[in-house]
């Protein structure tokens, strides 16, 4: 339960103001509750063996000397697991949406590194551990299939389901079609850009603790999740059981970035195992598994192509795109990967255009969402724009100019058929470069490569979709409940990893309420107590939380004023109900409190207006009647390279953003500086490397390298304020960070090089890379990467 302190604007309305996060005095004092903090009466621990090899035949697995040991109360293999799994699907996909294979434990074949084969239970994490290491398992090596750009063609199958490794495919009007425009196109403009394998690494691992009460037939999870009431729908179908039955309980979770909304195989284990068990089961991945097996994202690559005219205007764009889905995608890739192709347009005026994807299984950890997962539309047509630019002999800055969707040009379409409106990209790309002063900068530019120097610009520009009405998305729901006290208690489905959800709601329900916001609590992520809701995700809680508030918390404000005019004996339209106190216009000093109006609710029902039920409780559910709530920003970054070592040096980094009107500045501006520095990693840092036979090279933090507070500038933000059409004109804000800021970062580097003949299309720029770019250079003709 979480509380706020006073800090109301003038007009005593808290939305917009600078609250103070509600979650910060447990979080900073060591006092929150990760689901490692739960201990259960007797509880037992999970350890997972885990495939050392890409693709092999399981001959046979000796789990006796893993019994052997003291304290080991199981062992369990996929014929002692997988039979349990009555149903297996998401509620954001559908029963009857085609996916792909996921068994909780590898049966027949092991299909990547990491793998879990088997899953032994102890009566601690220490003696789990060491009996894994006694369970001996029987490899026939099979050649694997490590590369997903090859895998098309390739004669082995990561699923013998899915001969020739594509797991679907997808796309727009033919590529053809398009084909007379390029032809009598002045300029065409084509770049292939690779983007490597890295993923969310949030603080907290992964981690559950199952506990089955047998006679009741009820299941209770404590799980590090965004979506408690998934986790309980999970459940409920893979244990065959009714999903009243199932109680999820989320307290604190350490960040989650979309790759712990849904349960992923190791949660399905523990869920199977533990209706065996005679005490609750608990799970938590050390690092080293999670950097194996809990999943990468933004693998992929595609060719963006551009059709533009001799001023430089665009007449048509495409873009070919494959992705990999490695070998165990939670969910289904071809669902959520159609974006990249629908969001490629972007914020600008193109005509005509089209897409392809395709969506490929490897031998390696499964894709998961990641925080924009449709990233790389921005990344390949922000990528292409600058080297369109450089192609025409033009300023980057003056061909997004020339292009980009401004107000008159709203509403519009894309060329997907996608609806575009209340959006600012023309907005927040001429404040970025206002606060850079984009021509002073070009004019030290000159200057410092006059000195041998080399510093660079980059931007990129973007329209992200928020809050969208898909069937799982599409509603979310609230129960406030005014105590006999007074105080408020709102409850709502949570999830929050760090996005300060809790701080939100008590905001927007003290504003909808008309309440002291010290007077006002929510309870979030449990099940058995707060409504139905998809979690976070999306950036969809913002928008559809201060729907589902204002929805209850109308008609719950309406009792209040409709029972202190009763008792004042003023008509309704008389009384006026600020912090708390309601009052007669006229003569502010008759008035009730709400915790004298409370009283009159629950305990002088005689004295309630007539008709009027007892108690002071509403549950509303608030249903988004638009497709999508559209956010936009720009990124601008500036950076240094040093031609000797390769390194690159952040030198200053702007976001304009419009996500509409802030209800907290302060987590607004949260959600941007996390999701910038995420992105930079990825620009910069973050590589989960394979080598050719599968294996992976990047399982530690010595390898898989983060960007510290040392590599990243300053994030300077500016804001402009375009309502949307949803409650409040709120708009989420939670992804749009990690998908602006790679491509900023490396068209900023790209800018530095331009001189040196080096085009960059290939990610992480690390110092080496970079460094062979440089010595490729000095090659006659032009380098890419």
């Known amino acids: 339960m979480a509380r706020a302190t006073d800090k109301a604007a003038p007009d005593h309305r808290y939305t917009g103001t600078r609250t103070l996060r509600v979650e910060d005095p447990r979080l900073l004092t060591g006092t929150g509750t990760y689901v490692d903090d739960v201990v259960r009466p007797g509880m037992l621990h999970a350890c997972f063996v885990r495939s050392p090899m890409a693709r092999a035949r399981i001959v046979g697995i000796d789990v006796s000397e893993a019994l052997a040991l003291e304290g080991v109360h199981a062992v369990f293999v996929a014929d002692d697991l997988n039979p349990g799994v009555r149903e297996q699907w998401y509620s954001l996909s559908g029963r009857d949406d085609p996916d792909t294979p996921r068994p909780p434990l590898a049966e027949g074949e092991v299909r990547f590194v990491g793998d879990p084969v088997a899953m032994v239970v102890a009566v601690d994490r220490y003696t789990a551990e060491d009996a894994a290491e006694s369970v001996v398992v029987d490899y026939e090596p099979l050649l694997p299939v490590v590369d997903y750009a090859a895998a098309l063609e390739c004669a082995e199958s990561v699923h013998a389901t899915h001969p020739g490794n594509l797991v679907g495919q997808l796309g727009g009007r033919p590529m053809a079609d398009l084909a007379p425009v390029f032809d009598r196109a002045p300029h065409v403009v084509s770049v292939t850009v690779h983007q490597q394998s890295y993923g969310p690494v949030p603080m907290e691992t992964r981690g559950i603790v199952a506990e089955w009460s047998g006679p009741a037939g009820e299941m209770t999870i404590w ?224 200057q410092a490569r006059a000195q041998g120097r080399y510093i660079g610009v980059g931007t990129c520009t973007y329209v992200e979709p928020t809050a969208g009405a898909t069937p799982f998305h599409g509603t979310e729901g609230a129960t406030i409940r005014i105590e006999p006290a007074g105080k408020v208690n709102v409850y709502v489905a949570g999830g929050s990893c760090g996005n300060s959800l809790e701080t939100t709601v008590v905001q927007l329900t003290a504003d909808a309420l008309g309440v002291a916001i010290e007077d006002v609590s929510t309870i979030q992520g449990d099940t058995a107590v707060t409504p139905f809701g998809s979690g976070t995700g999306g950036s969809r809680s913002g928008p559809m939380t201060a729907g589902a508030v204002a929805e209850t918390a109308a008609g719950l404000r309406t009792r209040i004023l409709e029972i202190a005019a009763h008792r004042l004996e003023v008509a309704v339209d008389d009384v006026e109900f600020v912090r708390g106190r309601a009052s007669v216009k006229d003569n502010p000093a008759k008035g009730l409190t709400l915790a004298e109006i409370a009283d009159i609710a629950y305990f002088q029902v005689h004295a309630l207006p007539p008709g009027m039920p007892a108690g002071l409780e509403a549950s509303g559910r608030y249903r988004t009647p638009h497709l999508m709530i559209w956010a936009n920003a720009t990124h601008l970054c500036t950076c240094e390279v040093d031609v000797v070592t390769g390194a690159v040096k952040l030198l200053r980094y702007i976001v304009s953003e419009d996500c509409g009107p802030m209800i907290n500045p302060s987590v607004v501006e949260g959600q941007i500086f996390g999701g910038t520095v995420q992105g930079i990693g990825g620009a910069l840092y973050e590589h989960l490397v394979y080598d050719d036979d599968g294996n992976p090279l990047t399982t530690t933090f010595m390898d898989y390298l983060l960007p510290t507070a040392a590599d990243v500038p300053t994030i300077e933000l500016g804001h402009i304020e375009t309502p949307g059409p949803g409650p409040g004109g709120h708009k989420g804000v939670g992804e749009g960070g990690a998908i602006g800021s790679a491509p900023a970062v490396v068209n900023a580097v790209a800018d530095a090089l331009a001189p040196l003949g080096v085009e960059i299309t290939r990610l992480p720029l690390t110092p080496a890379s970079i460094v062979a770019l440089l010595e490729q250079g000095r090659l006659p003709g032009t380098v890419t990467a």
């Open 223 to 446: 799980a590090a999740t965004q979506s408690p009431h998934e986790v309980r729908s999970f459940c409920a179908r893979l244990l065959g059981i009714d999903e009243h039955r199932v109680r999820v309980v989320m307290r604190d979770t350490g960040g989650g970035f979309g790759q712990k909304v849904l349960p992923q195989r190791e949660d399905m284990c523990v869920m199977l195992a533990a209706v065996k068990l005679p005490a609750a089961l608990k799970w938590i991945e050390d690092r080293q598994e999670h950097l194996l097996a809990a999943g990468q994202a933004r693998h992929e690559h595609g060719e963006a192509r551009m059709a533009l005219d001799d001023e430089g205007r665009i007449l048509a764009a495409t873009l070919d795109h494959v992705q990999d889905a490695g070998a165990y995608p939670t969910p289904s890739p071809v669902q959520s990967g159609i974006a990249v192709g629908m969001l490629f347009p972007g914020p600008y005026r193109i005509p005509e255009g089209t897409f392809s994807s395709r969506f490929v299984f490897s031998n390696t950890s499964g894709r998961v969402a990641y925080r924009g997962p449709w990233q790389f539309e921005s990344m390949a047509r922000e990528v292409l724009l600058d080297t369109a630019a450089r192609r025409l002999g033009m300023d980057p800055v003056e061909l997004r100019r020339r292009n980009m969707l401004r107000r008159e040009d709203l509403p519009t379409v894309n060329f997907n058929g996608m609806p575009y409106d209340d959006i600012t990209p023309y907005e927040t790309f001429e404040q970025a470069l206002e606060m850079l002063d984009y021509p002073a900068f070009r004019r030290e530019q000159e």
